[in-house]
Structures are given as structure tokens and as C-alpha cells.
């Protein structure tokens, strides 16, 4: 067992699903690796969570994120789940490559789980190898961290420690681990694997638990499926919009990597876009555009129909009942998601105070013209927020995209708006820097060969996305031809 070097833990646990029955998960410690070494520590996240960041910055630390040693307190267990991966049915995955160590209360009284990613294999690992190599690592650890400064509702890295060890992918690659935070790693195909076992016990203890753990406010509702949907179709519903009005697609959303507390979960071949392109697929393995970025709302939808069909039992006094209730909740989920998406991106122009008709259509008519000259997603809104000029050079000088900006002056004189304060309002939601996909794969590249200043200055970078760093404006600018990624790969 791993403490500080003073004899104090350097995690203080209180584990609530380790106390749930054997059946919900495995229990197994961590595998040890070879040599392992510092690549990241997120010092501000320790402090958020109350934690002992001097103490975790040691060798001891590095030990206990490596899973060379399992620190007082902790609990590991893979967790079991199922899902569906792009539509067809698996009716038995779980963590095969992650084990829980425990989870943490902080300052406020909220609970969080701390997971090793990259540990070693578990009885769901299907003959994979358990391992993680350096590349989704550090992409996950960058995209998460990213996505926390956004203001998206996120899973966030702790700790990236390198293994010593080669993984074997389509070549010998660098080993790593990830040390991954969040409120609840619990998913909707946590709630479909029990469903499916028809163990409705089981369905009962997880269901409670969730409500006390991510919405206390319905923890006593007479029928605590029915509540738990509910809430779960608004937190996914807002969720997939706030990371749509960045660029965002998730690449896999599966129904194992779908969360019920409401955070994105899962970075596996994810990209922010660079021109916008409402069909936009990244993932090396959606050859069927089932994740686009413009799917991302149904797919939102359809995996929702899942978990209601697994909340059944609980949904309502019988099934005439249940299925009305899940209905109901299903039914608000398109108005939730199309209200949250026109707010958003009347935030992004600007136009909050603007007659809501007119707000959604000259969103609608900006995002066609981006599409049709390839206009950078990121670039074109945040030029708009600077001036005119700025903008027209992102999109075109072309007559429609000026009438288009004709347009937008005169919504803002309408609702007697000042131009200047409007823009330094759209600064602050529209960003400056995202991870764009050509700046990772270079980090991962000088990783690869031991050097981490390119993922140092990227990360420091993405802490204030919203804030101009004119010494780094190198790393706002779009991928010359030559540098497109246009594949990205889960790493397993």
C-alpha cells in the first residue's frame, strides 16, 4: 500500500460503488510496469479535489499512477457493462483496460471517481492486452483538459505517467497510463448489461445509486427509473449541444460510452473539426458516418431509447405505465437538444436579445456559407467576434457572405445592440485555441521520442482557450495540406 512520504495517504476514499454487490464488477489490482516516468500532472485538478498535489508529485506518486502500487483506501475493480458498438448488440464488455481505484469527496461535497487507464488486463479485456500506448494518452489528456476550459461537462486526466514497456498496435509502440477523473464512470450500458440478465435487483441498487450520486433532487421520486431518465435526457441532450457549438465529434458514441452522470466520456478517434463540413467523420472505423458531427443529436436520441428500455422495470406501476413515462421523458429530448443547440449558437453570433426566428435563421445561413467555402469552424466564429474584415477573410469576400454580415449589423441595430460589446461578449464563449488534430499528432510524435515540449505548450495553451496569446497564435492557425489528419484511431 502507497502513502506520502510523511506516512499520510495520498488518497482519502470512500468508495460507494465497491459496496454495491460482487456481480457489478472484478476485483483485481493494477499491473505493475517496467520503468515508469513522468509525462503529465494536473496540479489544479488535485487541489480542486482536495488532494495532496506535493505529495502526489513524488515518486511515490508516480508509483501509485503507474499501478506499481495501490494506495491505502482503494478499491480496484474493472466494472461491468454492455452496449451497443455502432448498433449491434454486445451483451457482455466492461473496463478491459481500466480498473477504478476508488472515488474522492471534494471541497463541496462532490464525489469523484479516480480510474487507471492503460493498467493492465481485467477479466473484460476480450485477449486484448490491457495496455494503453502514449498516443490516445496524451490525446485524451489534452482533448478532456480541453474540453474543461470550454466549459463542457467532462472526464478529466489526472496524471499521464510513460510505462517503459512497448505495446504492440500496428507497431511497436511507447507504453503510458492515464489516471482519469470523474463524477461516475457508471454507463447507459451498465443499466442495458443488467437489463439483459433480467436481474432487476441489480437494476434497482445501480438506479439508486445513481440518483443520490449525480441527482440527489430526484433520489426520492415514486418511480426512480422514470426520474433517472428524465434527468439523464436533459444532461445528454445539453451535453452533445455545448460540445457541437465547439466543433466537437465524439467518433464512438456507443452506448458504452454514453454517461449517466452527463460528461463526456471516452476520448478515444475524437476531433475538433478545422473546416466546417456538417457530414465530418473522423473515426478510422465509422465508415458508415453513423457519428458525424451533424448525426450526433439522433445518435444522442437513439441511445437514450436504450437506457429507457433498460429502466422498464422501474419506469411505472406496470408496463402500460412504464412505457407512457418513458415515452414523455424520450419524447422532450429533440426540443431540449434543438432549444440548447439555437441558444448556443446565438451566443457564438452574438445574438441572444435577438428575435429567436431571426437568431436561428442567420445561424442556419452562416453554418451553409461556412460549408460551402470550407470555412474553418473555430477560426470563422472567433473572427467574427474581432471585426468585420477578420470575418470576411475567414469565410469569402463573396456577395452572399457579405449580405450575410449586412444582415447580422442589421439584427444588432434592431435589438439595439453596440457592435463592440457584442464582440467582446462572443470572445468569451467563441474560442481562439482548441486541440486541433495536426497539433496533437505532433505532440504525440515528439513524445514518441521522449520530447513532451510540444504536448507542455499545447496544454498550457488550452487552459484559456478564450484568452489572445499572440506567442502562440502558430497553434490557432488551420493544417497546411500536408498536415491533415484525416483518420483517428482508438488505440486499442
Request: charged share 20%; aromatic share 8%.
Amino acid at each position: 500500500m502507497a502513502k506520502s512520504s510523511s506516512g499520510q495517504p495520498l488518497f482519502v476514499f470512500d468508495n460507494s460503488y465497491a459496496r454495491l454487490p460482487d456481480r457489478f464488477a472484478a476485483r483485481l489490482n493494477p499491473q505493475p510496469v517496467k520503468t515508469p516516468g513522468w509525462i503529465a500532472f494536473n496540479k489544479g485538478l488535485a487541489e480542486a479535489l482536495a488532494l495532496d498535489a506535493r505529495a502526489l508529485k513524488t515518486p511515490e506518486g508516480l508509483e501509485v499512477f503507474a499501478g506499481n502500487t495501490v494506495p491505502d483506501g482503494a478499491n480496484p475493480l474493472a466494472m461491468i457493462y454492455a452496449g451497443q458498438q455502432f448498433g449491434h448488440w454486445n451483451p457482455q464488455l466492461g473496463d478491459g483496460r481500466a480498473l477504478l481505484l476508488g472515488e474522492v469527496v471534494d471541497q463541496q461535497g462532490t464525489r469523484f471517481d479516480v480510474q487507471l487507464k492503460g493498467s493492465g488486463p481485467t477479466p473484460f479485456s476480450r485477449m486484448g492486452d490491457g495496455r494503453a500506448w502514449l498516443g490516445p494518452v496524451m490525446r485524451e489528456y489534452l482533448v478532456s483538459e480541453a474540453m474543461y476550459a470550454l466549459g463542457i461537462p467532462t472526464t478529466r486526466a489526472l496524471a499521464a505517467v510513460s510505462t517503459g514497456e512497448t505495446i504492440i498496435r500496428e507497431a511497436p509502440l511507447p507504453g503510458a497510463v492515464l489516471t482519469r477523473v470523474s463524477r461516475g464512470h457508471i454507463r447507459v450500458g451498465t443499466f442495458q448489461y443488467f437489463a439483459s440478465q433480467q436481474d432487476d435487483e441489480a437494476l434497482r441498487l445501480l438506479t439508486d445509486h445513481c440518483l443520490h450520486r449525480f441527482y440527489p433532487d430526484r433520489a426520492e421520486a415514486e418511480w426512480p427509473g422514470a426520474a433517472l431518465f428524465e434527468a439523464v435526457v436533459e444532461a445528454q441532450a445539453t451535453l452533445i449541444a455545448r460540445w457541437m457549438a465547439v466543433g466537437f465529434i465524439h467518433g464512438v458514441m456507443n452506448t458504452d460510452n454514453v454517461s449517466i452522470a452527463g460528461e463526456t466520456i471516452d476520448y478515444g478517434p475524437c476531433a475538433f473539426m478545422d473546416e466546417y463540413q456538417p457530414d465530418k467523420v473522423f473515426s478510422s472505423i465509422d465508415e458508415m458516418g453513423r457519428y458525424a458531427y451533424s448525426n450526433q443529436p439522433r445518435i444522442g436520441h437513439w441511445n437514450l431509447v436504450q437506457l429507457a428500455q433498460a429502466l422498464l422495470p422501474l419506469m411505472g406501476a406496470d408496463e402500460e405505465s412504464a412505457v407512457a413515462a418513458a415515452q414523455a421523458a424520450v419524447d422532450r429530448y429533440p426540443d431540449i437538444s434543438q432549444s440548447s443547440m439555437r441558444g448556443l449558437f446565438a451566443d457564438k453570433l452574438g445574438l441572444g436579445t435577438v428575435n429567436a426566428d431571426t437568431s436561428k435563421a442567420l445561424a442556419d445561413d452562416l453554418l451553409a456559407l461556412m460549408a460551402e467555402h470550407k470555412a474553418d469552424f473555430t477560426n470563422t466564429f472567433r473572427a467574427l467576434s474581432n471585426d468585420d474584415h477578420a470575418f470576411l477573410s475567414a469565410v469569402s469576400e463573396e456577395s452572399a457572405v457579405q449580405e450575410w454580415l449586412a444582415r447580422w449589423h442589421e439584427a444588432l441595430a434592431m435589438a439595439e445592440q453596440d457592435v463592440a460589446d457584442v464582440r467582446e461578449a462572443m470572445r468569451r464563449v467563441n474560442p481562439k485555441y482548441i486541440p486541433r488534430n495536426h497539433r496533437i499528432e505532433e505532440a504525440i510524435r515528439a513524445g514518441i521520442v521522449g520530447d513532451f515540449a510540444p504536448f507542455e505548450r499545447l496544454h498550457t495553451l488550452l487552459k484559456t482557450p478564450f484568452d489572445e496569446q499572440p506567442d502562440h497564435d502558430d497553434l490557432s492557425q488551420t493544417p497546411q495540406e500536408s498536415e491533415r489528419v484525416r483518420y483517428t484511431f482508438c488505440g486499442t
